[in-house]
C-alpha cells in the first residue's frame, strides 16, 4: 500500500485493514520457564477481521493452548500478543474480562452449557457476567437472544432444557450464546468433534453463513474435511505453524496435483 492511499482512507478503512489479532515470536511451556517442552514455539502470524480461518494439527500439537492463549484465558505465555493495537498483559484483570465477555464468542466441542437453564437462558448467560458501563447495553438483550435462537433454527425450542436436545441443537445454542454481544471474534475449539458428520456439515455451514455476515471466526480441528469449509488453513505441529494457505494458493495446488 502506497503512502498516497493510505492517507486518503478513512478511519473506518484503516481499522478493517489492521490486523485483529498479532502474535509475534509466541511461545508457550506448561509450567513456567523451567520447563523444557514447549507447547507452542515460535508463532508468527496476522489474523485480519472478517478472515474465517481453520488451525489444523493432530492431537497434541498445540491447538487447544494456542486457542486458550487466543481467547484471553491464558496469560502465561512468551512473546507478544497485539490485540486491537495493544499488548494483552497490558490490560489489567478487569479490562481482560470485560474484553472476553464483549469482544469474543467461544464455542466448544462439549457445548459447555448449563443443564438446569433452558436454551433462552443459556443463550442469556454472557449478560449475566456483564458488569459495570457494559450492563447500558443490556436493554433489548433477551430479545436478541430470542432473535440468534430463531437465526440457528431453534425458534421452537427457547423453552427446552439442553438434556432434550441433540448434539446439533445444543452446539446451535452454544453459538447463539456466543453470539450474544456480537463479537469481534468466535474462537471455535473442534466444534464438530462431537458431532456426526451430516450434523457436523450443519454446524460448519452455519458458521461460514456467519462468516459471510462479517464475523471473524477461528476454529480449531482435527479434521481436513472441517478445515476445508474455511478460507484460510494454518497448520500446527509440535506446537510450530508449519504453513498457512489461502484458499486460493489450496486450490491452485489441487489443480498442480490433478495435472
Ligand atoms: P491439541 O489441542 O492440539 O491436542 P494441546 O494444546 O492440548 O494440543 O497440547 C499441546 C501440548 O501441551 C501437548 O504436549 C500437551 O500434552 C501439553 N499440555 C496441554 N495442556 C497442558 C497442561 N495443562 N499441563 C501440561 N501440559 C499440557
Ligand atoms: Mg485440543
Redesign the pocket.
Known amino acids: 500500500m502506497n503512502k498516497r492511499s493510505d492517507e486518503t482512507k478513512g478511519a473506518a478503512q484503516r481499522e478493517a485493514d489492521s490486523p485483529l489479532i498479532q502474535l509475534q515470536g509466541l511461545g508457550k511451556r506448561?509450567?513456567g520457564a523451567a520447563a523444557q517442552?514447549w507447547?507452542l514455539q515460535e508463532l508468527n502470524l496476522e489474523l485480519m477481521k472478517g478472515e474465517m480461518t481453520a488451525i489444523i494439527?493432530?492431537?497434541?500439537?498445540?491447538?487447544?493452548?494456542?486457542l486458550n492463549i487466543l481467547g484471553g484465558l491464558d496469560r502465561g505465555y512468551e512473546g507478544g500478543l497485539i490485540m486491537g493495537g495493544r499488548e494483552l498483559k497490558s490490560l489489567s484483570d478487569q479490562e481482560l474480562s470485560m474484553w472476553r465477555n464483549q469482544e469474543v464468542g467461544f464455542v466448544f466441542q462439549h457445548f459447555h452449557l448449563l443443564d438446569h437453564l433452558s436454551a433462552l437462558d443459556n443463550v442469556l448467560l454472557p449478560a449475566c457476567l456483564t458488569k459495570g458501563r457494559a450492563r447500558a447495553a443490556l436493554s433489548g438483550v433477551e430479545q436478541r437472544a430470542r432473535e440468534l435462537l430463531a437465526q440457528v433454527g431453534l425458534q421452537d425450542k427457547i423453552d427446552v432444557k439442553p438434556p432434550q436436545l441433540s448434539g446439533g441443537q445444543k452446539q446451535r445454542v452454544a453459538i447463539a450464546r456466543a453470539l450474544l454481544f456480537k463479537p469481534s471474534l468466535l474462537l471455535c475449539d473442534e466444534p464438530t468433534g462431537s458431532l456426526d458428520s451430516h450434523t457436523g456439515e450443519e454446524i460448519i455451514k452455519l458458521f461460514q453463513g456467519l462468516h459471510a455476515e462479517g464475523y471473524t471466526v477461528l476454529m480449531?480441528t482435527?479434521e481436513e474435511r472441517v478445515s476445508e469449509a474455511a478460507q484460510r488453513v494454518i497448520r500446527?505441529e509440535d506446537?510450530r505453524l508449519v504453513s498457512d494457505q489461502s484458499q486460493v494458493q489450496r486450490s491452485e495446488k489441487h489443480e498442480e496435483l490433478a495435472l
Open positions: 506448561y509450567g517442552a507447547a494439527g493432530t492431537s497434541g500439537s498445540g491447538k487447544t493452548t494456542l480449531i482435527h500446527l506446537g
